[in-house]
């Protein structure tokens, strides 16, 4: 089974510019994560896909950073403008899971599987 | 505020030293915690999920326990091969969705 696939894997830049990263999920999941990881922290979620409606876009800088899934399969993440504190690594996951809406019912997060990320340097 | 804490931030051990790594939460109505393992310049891999307290794991060396409040993740004589960093994150319920939280993870050095 193919994993997740992210391109490019390492890109760098001037601050100021503008920068696209790209995710195709495992064929059939129907949820897609962008995952923003600073060296030495744990990862942190940007945005949620359920198909390709928005679920929690709660810690996305909406100000610079868009997002969208096309069709409900690829992904792709923007940031314009890009500053310093951006650099990091930018990960995609995706699992078979739905996303609760509520507080019970089933368990919502199926395992995440996760593409080896882009690395980006803002200089 | 810290809502899921690693410790040690990095351990250091000689071949075959067993050790237990720590991932302390203080979130209300845990639906889940995840183990992942980050390889450098790799995404995490999932290693084990728990659901509730006193539910327990194991994979190869490895044994992920769970208690109200924090979740260990035991190695056994581990091997070289073990070295990577280990991630935790918790599920949880807040304004009417479920939220995962990673841990700042524990940087694992095996000596040969």
């Known amino acids: 089974e193919a994993g997740v696939a992210q391109s490019p894997r390492y890109k760098i830049i001037e601050k100021r510019q503008s920068v696209a990263f790209w995710c195709n999920p495992i064929?059939?999941?129907?949820?897609l994560y962008w995952y923003q990881q600073i060296l030495g922290q744990g990862p942190k979620l940007l945005i949620q896909?359920?198909?390709?409606?928005?679920?929690?876009d709660s810690q996305l800088p909406k100000d610079r950073f868009s997002a969208e899934r096309l069709k409900g399969v690829d992904s792709t993440l923007k940031i314009q403008p890009a500053k310093l504190e951006d650099s990091a690594v930018y990960l995609c996951a995706s699992s078979l899971g739905s996303v609760l809406t509520g507080t019970s019912g089933p368990l919502s997060y199926n395992e995440q599987f996760f593409g080896p990320g882009t690395r980006l340097t803002v200089l | 505020e810290d809502q899921v804490t690693q410790s040690p931030e990095a351990l250091r051990l000689q071949e075959g030293e067993s050790s237990s790594l720590n991932c302390s939460y203080t979130v209300s109505g845990l639906r889940g915690l995840f183990w992942y393992r980050q390889d450098p310049g790799k995404g995490p891999e999932f290693l084990f999920t728990l659901y509730s307290a006193g539910e327990e794991k194991e994979k190869e060396r490895l044994k992920a326990t769970l208690t109200k409040k924090e979740s260990f993740l035991h190695i056994t004589a581990p091997k070289p091969e073990d070295s990577a960093t280990y991630l935790c994150?918790?599920?949880?319920?807040?304004?009417?969705?479920?939220?995962?939280?990673f841990g700042q993870g524990t940087r694992l050095t095996i000596n040969p």
């Open positions: 896909f359920q198909n390709n409606g928005v679920v929690d």
């Open positions: 994150a918790v599920q949880y319920p807040t304004q009417g969705a479920q939220k995962l939280v």
């Open positions: 064929s059939g999941h129907a949820t």
